[in-house]
């Protein structure tokens, strides 16, 4: 809608498919009753996009976060990941979890918790270093690599989490309401953050949140998920400009239609209203 | 201020103890009792019962043996706590028949292994093990069970090889729970020593002391229990500082739980 800006130029315009989830449905079979807590869905994401996945709350956003991070079997439909399907956790692929105090190894040093993975990968020692420091350096923390993530405070630690997902250079960054125990601030630093490393890197981010703001101001697509069981509702285009900015894009009237319509469109789906299909 | 409340701190460690040692003193300043000596008589003994010769004699061997022991049931109980605690279907095959195995007192066992083992170092060796694994095995199990959801996952997406796993998840992740298990051990440990020695042995601090009081050499058999002291405090001040190094992660953790 407006002009093109800056960052949008260096960004190629591919649309070849990063991640293609094809009639996914997930029924968790208990004592005597199963709950179908994802009926159908069915989205693809392009390599490069950042996406954001946003439900009312029980929507079974976890759950389908979980089947796409291959820490969950689907019961049916499947999950493909750059051209393979997902059986379990996949190679290129990073998680950042809501619970940041419980993602981090608390007997490691930051440090330690960000090398861990590329040890895993068998990245060579100076490859690795390199690596380590420019993650710690891009969220900030390149003073902190000695300390233990419980002497930092929730948001640092999240950057942390964030820091070792980088620094392993994944294709696919899964991201699980991240921010949803950080305070406001924090958040908007968090969520600045996740946008410029997103630019940066080039990776694809799937975003999954309950904030309709956030996920507005974030995403270059939000996807509405409806009540559980779960289906896809809409899929919304945010048609802001790609320079994102928490005064003024928020401030824009374009940012407050778009939030307008993610907000009745969560209204409807706690309604219980579902696309005719 | 700091140094004052060092100071203060030790004061309170010591009142107690040294409270006590005054009053024995003073309670048995002027005994004629043949089985109470007075404890100036004891201290007096002490060093010429232990350091002529007994201490390499009896008490290191008697050190050898719980320390083989002893670290054999910490390897043992920590290699099949983790495996049991990992597998749901073993910890389900297993558990009753542990609760049994953990309720026999080891003491018992004496006799069954002098008929097996003998009554060499491999006897005594053993009768400390049964008695020291269980409460590593057991809280190794639950250890590894307690381990958190999320960094569970944290290593499953980040694809953690079976190894590292093992050692930077489920092995660092059960350790408080296994240091737990291997303080009441160590205790049990000492137990074991010294009732190993008591039933057929030639040399050990357990054995020395049933010899003294079978040629009623009282003093010198209050030295050993006395003896017997100083080691329980030397190994717990051992395996406190070597706690206290490899879990102060876990120290920090509570402490900052606490606070926020």
Wanted: glycine share 8%.
């Amino acid at each position: 809608m407006t002009t093109a800006p800056i960052g949008a130029a260096a960004r190629p315009e591919s649309s070849t498919t990063m991640l293609d989830v094809r009639n996914l449905k997930k029924v968790y079979e208990g004592r005597g009753r199963s709950v179908e807590a994802v009926r159908d869905l069915t989205f693809t994401i392009a390599s490069g996009e950042l996406v954001c996945i946003v439900g009312p709350s029980g929507a079974g956003k976890t759950t389908l976060l979980r089947c796409v991070a291959g820490l969950l079997d689907s019961t049916a439909g499947e999950v493909v990941l750059e051209g393979e399907r997902v059986t379990g956790p996949p190679p290129g692929m990073a998680v950042v979890f809501q619970e940041y105090g419980r993602s981090l190894f608390p007997w490691m040093t930051v440090r330690q918790n960000v090398e861990l993975p590329l040890k895993e990968k068998k990245v060579p020692k100076a490859e690795r270093q390199r690596l380590v420091r420019e993650a710690l350096e891009a969220v900030g923390l390149a003073d902190a690599q000695g300390a233990h993530p419980w002497q930092l405070s929730g948001g640092m630690q999240q950057r942390v989490a964030i820091a070792r997902a980088v620094a392993y250079e994944p294709h696919l960054l899964l991201m699980d309401e991240p921010f949803a125990a950080v305070d406001a601030q924090t958040r908007a630093d968090l969520e600045d953050l996740v946008r410029s490393l997103w630019k940066r890197l080039g990776v694809t981010v799937l975003f999954v949140t309950h904030d309709i703001d956030e996920s507005v101001y974030l995403g270059q697509r939000v996807i509405v998920l409806s009540d559980s069981p779960t289906v896809v509702l809409e899929e919304v285009t945010i048609d802001l400009p790609d320079e994102r900015d928490q005064l003024v894009t928020r401030s824009l009237p374009r940012f407050a239609e778009l939030r307008a319509h993610v907000y009745e469109l969560i209204q409807q789906a706690k309604g219980g209203h579902r696309p005719a299909s | 201020m700091n140094t004052l409340s060092a100071g203060r701190k030790v004061l309170l460690l010591l009142a107690v103890p040294v409270l006590l040692v005054a009053a024995w003193w003073a309670a048995t300043a002027d005994s004629t009792d043949f089985f109470w000596p007075p404890l100036s008589q004891i201290v007096g003994t002490f060093g010429e019962t232990w350091f002529t010769g007994r201490f390499t004699a009896d008490v290191l061997p008697s050190l050898a043996r719980l320390l083989v022991g002893y670290l054999v049931a910490v390897a043992l109980g920590v290699g099949l706590g983790t495996a049991i605690g990992s597998s749901r279907t073993l910890r389900g095959l297993l558990e009753p028949v542990l609760e049994f195995f953990r309720a026999i007192p080891s003491p018992v066992l004496v006799p069954i292994l002098m008929l097996f083992a003998g009554i060499g170092n491999e006897m005594k060796v053993l009768v400390i093990v049964s008695g020291c694994v269980w409460p590593v095995l057991l809280n190794a199990v639950e250890g590894v069970r307690a381990l958190d959801e999320v960094l569970r996952d944290t290593a499953r997406c980040y694809r953690l090889r079976p190894h590292s796993r093992l050692v930077h998840l489920v092995l660092r992740g059960a350790s408080p729970q296994i240091a737990a298990g291997a303080r009441q051990a160590l205790s049990i440990g000492i137990i074991l020593m010294v009732i190993s020695e008591m039933f057929a042995a030639s040399n050990g601090v357990g054995f020395t002391i049933i010899q003294f009081q079978r040629s009623f050499a009282i003093p010198q058999m209050w030295t050993g229990i006395i003896m017997l002291g100083l080691i329980g405090i030397a190994l717990s001040v051992i395996f406190r500082a070597a706690e206290a190094r490899l879990l102060s992660w876990y120290t920090g953790l509570r402490m900052s739980q606490r606070e926020g």
